[in-house]
């Protein structure tokens, strides 16, 4: 079976950045994929030091990343790039995890622009060897199109956008058929 690994850039406990992932997450599984999340905002991982060996999960983390087939990598927008959560995981990644590996790409956005985010984000992704996917997803005004589920879990993440809610599942089933065309 087909491997999806969501990596979640976040650290907010209302993230919509999380709860994007979750829908594209749930299209994958939907399409035949097994799916996990790595919820940054939940792990140990300590600022990434070149001269140290295994820190805090991170050798856990890479191995999930590794045995990936497809990754969706979601961060929010900061100051017109990723967050510096997302940054410092994916400098404990490199093209060990990534080499041939189908890379989704999305980007949540309090209120202006997300282009250069993913600019940003394609171009690390390239550096360590992964196939990043034609579609990507950039949400805008995130916080009134994502209702995260924080406040009721059960109910979990929705989009009320239905033209984004839709890119976001195709990102899920987009990342999960190029992930199966690289595993051949």
């Avoid at 999930?64 to 997302?86: C, K, N, Q």
Wanted: aromatic letters at 6%; glycine letters at 10%; one cysteine or more.
């Amino acid at each position: 079976m087909t491997r999806i690994v969501a990596v979640s850039g976040s650290r907010s406990a209302d993230s919509t950045t999380r709860a994007a992932l979750r829908v594209a997450l749930g299209a994958a599984a939907d399409a035949g994929a097994e799916t996990d999340l790595i919820d940054l905002a939940a792990v140990d991982l300590p600022l990434y030091h070149p001269d140290e060996g295994a820190q805090g999960d991170s050798e856990a983390l890479k191995r999930r990343v590794r045995e990936a087939d497809g990754v969706l990598a979601g961060t929010p927008v900061y100051r017109g790039s990723y967050s510096s959560t997302f940054k410092n995981f994916h400098d404990f990644c490199g093209s060990d995890e990534y080499a041939n590996t189908a890379v989704g790409l999305l980007a949540t956005a309090g209120g202006g622009s997300y282009g250069g985010t993913l600019e940003h984000l394609r171009s690390t992704f390239r550096n360590v060897h992964a196939w990043t996917v034609p579609h990507e997803v950039g949400i805008q005004g995130a916080s009134s199109k994502i209702e995260t589920g924080a406040t009721d879990p059960d109910a979990g993440p929705r989009i009320t956008d239905a033209d984004l809610r839709r890119r976001t599942e195709r990102l899920g089933r987009v990342v999960l058929e190029h992930a199966e065309r690289v595993r051949k």
